[in-house]
C-alpha cells in the first residue's frame, strides 16, 4: 500500500491577499473586512495540519499590474494579483499555529539579493524549528522589475542563468556554519568555532559575496527548494536545484506522465537521486453530497468566472505581459505571441480562444476533479497510479473556510481510509516528511 501513497500541497495563489471577498458564505463578512489579518490563512494551515499535508506555498508578486488596457483599475477592481502583503511575514505566524506542516513563502530571485534571502530563509527555518521551504521564482511581470530599479526583466532562459548563480550562493552561505560550529561553552568561553564557520568568496557573472552568512545552520540545513518553471530551461533549473516541482502538469494524464519523467530524466543525467524530486500537479477539486451538487457548484463557479471574465483576463495579461484586451474573446489566440514571463503558460493557450481560457480557469491542471468525496479519491488515486507520482498541489484561488472544511475534513480522509495519503506525520522536519516516501 505504501508505495502507492502520494503527497498533498497547498497552492496559496493570489497569496497574502483577500481571499473571500466576494463569497456569500455567512462566515465571509468577518474575512472580507480582515483580510489583512493571519486569521483565515491559521484556519486554513491548521486544516492542512489536521489533513497531513506536507505544505503551504504562500504564492507572491511584488507589484499593482498594469498589463491590461495599460492601467491598474481591473486589477484594483477585483483584487487580481493585487493587494498582497508579504508572504515572510505570514509564515512565523503560521508555523506559531502548527507543528508539522511546511510553510514556503514565495520570494524572487529577481528581487533579493542572495546574501538577503540566504539570511531570511536561514532565521525562518530556525523560529520554525525546521518547517520553512522557499519557493524559488525568477520574476514575470515587468511591472515587478520596475519598482526594484530596471525597466524590464532580463530575458526568460538568462533570469534562469541568474538563479543558478543566486541558488549556487544561497545553498553555500547555508552550508557556511558546520552542523557543530556552536559550542556555546560559558567557561572557555567559546561561542562558536571559528575553524568551522568560513567565507565562500563568491566571485560569479552577476554576483559578488563574501560569506559566511552571519548565523548558526539551521535545522534542516538546506530547507527545501520549490520550483515551478515548466519551460524547457526551467525544468533544467528544477532538475537541479528543486526538491519538489509544482506544475499544472499539461492538462492530461499523458502530459502529467511525460513532465514527471522528463524531470527525473534530467535529475538522473546529473547525477541526482530523481526520488529525491516530487513532482506535485495542480488540482482544483470541488466535493458535495451528489455529484450534481458538486456539478452544480462548479457550473456556478464558472458562469461566475465567465460574468467576470475582464478579472481572469487582467490575470492572464499580467502573466505573459500581453494585453489580452485586444483579442476578441472568440478567436483562438495566435500563433506568433510571444512571451518573457510564463512561456510555458503561452504556449498552452495559443490556439484557444480567451473566453475557453476564462471557463477553464478554475479546472487548473486539466482534470475534472469535481464530486462526491468517494468519486474524486478514486479519481485522484487513478491518476496518480497512471503518472507514478508524487502527489497534488489543491488550488482554490477565492477559498473560504467551507472550502477548508471540505477538503480537510472531508476529501482528505477518503483519502487517507484508502491509504493514499499519510494519516501522521513521520518526521519533526519539512524535509525529512517530503522524502519519507
Ligand atoms: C503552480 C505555479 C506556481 C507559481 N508561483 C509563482 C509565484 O508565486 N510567484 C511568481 O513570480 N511566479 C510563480 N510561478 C511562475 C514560475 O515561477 C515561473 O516563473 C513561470 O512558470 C514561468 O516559467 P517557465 O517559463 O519556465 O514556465 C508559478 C508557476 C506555477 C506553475
Redesign the pocket.
Known sequence: MAKHRFHLAW?LSE?YGPKAWRSDWPGSQTDRARWMMPDIFIDLAKGLERACFDYLII???SNVPYTYRGSHDAYLKYAACTPKLDPAVLAPYLAQATRNLGIVP?L?VSEYPPYLLARLVNSLDHVTEGRIGW?C????NDGAAQNYGRDKHHP?DERYDIADEFADIVTRLWDSWEPDAVVLDPETPIFADGSKVRPIGHEGKYFRCRGPLNAPRSPQGRPPIVQ????G??QQFASRWADTI???GGGSVAAMKAFRDAIRRGAAAIGRDPDRIKVLF?ASPFVDLSMEMAQDRRRRQQADSLAHAEMQIAAMSRLVGIDFSQFDLDEPLPAHLTSN?????LAKWIGKTPRSLVQSYFQKGGIDFTGTVDHVAGLMGEVMEEVGGDGF?LLNTYFDRRYIAEICDGLVPELQRRGLTRRAYAHKHFKDNLMEF
Open positions: 497552492f497569496g504564492e507572491d508578486s514565495t524572487s519557493n521564482v525568477t520574476g514575470s526568460h515551478a518553471g515548466s519551460s530551461r526551467g509544482i506544475t499544472d495542480l514571463g510564463h512561456q510555458s503558460l498541489l
